[in-house]
Nanobody, 117 residues
Framework: QVQLVESGGGLVQPGGSLRLSCAAS?????????MGWYRQAPGKQRDWVAH???????NYADSVRGRFTISRDFAKNTVYLQMNMLKPEDTAVYYC??????????WGQGTQVTVSS
């Protein structure tokens, strides 16, 4: 099993920034993996935000491209999401996600991000 633990959520004003972290731990897992972030706003479906592959390739949802940056520290088994120019529409529970060897999926418990003045 793999455990994913998010941190860094909180309350921020519009235009502000937050940095989310997700640390992977537990059982050994393949180096062939993709890590990313999803979010779920109140009353809405869980949507994909960004991902980064084991060789560093990144991609972003249109709604966050240019504002968010995903990165990972392979030595620490940690993925980050730097969120800048935050908007009220970014308010959601953010979930860390990992796909191992294209088959196994793991989810974090979620961390709340609230953007409000």
């Amino acid at each position: 099993q793999v455990q994913l633990v998010e941190s860094g959520g909180g309350l921020v004003q519009p235009g502000g920034s937050l940095r989310l972290s997700c640390a992977a731990s537990g059982s050994a897992f393949s180096s062939i993996n993709t890590m990313g972030w999803y979010r779920q706003a109140p009353g809405k479906q869980r949507d994909w935000v960004a991902h980064i592959t084991n060789d560093g390739r990144t991609n972003y949802a249109d709604s966050v491209r240019g504002r968010f940056t995903i990165s990972r520290d392979f030595a620490k088994n940690t993925v980050y999401l730097q969120m800048n120019m935050l908007k009220p529409e970014d308010t959601a529970v953010y979930y860390c996600h990992m796909v191992v060897a294209g088959v196994h999926q793991y989810w974090g418990q979620g961390t709340q991000v609230t953007v409000s003045s």
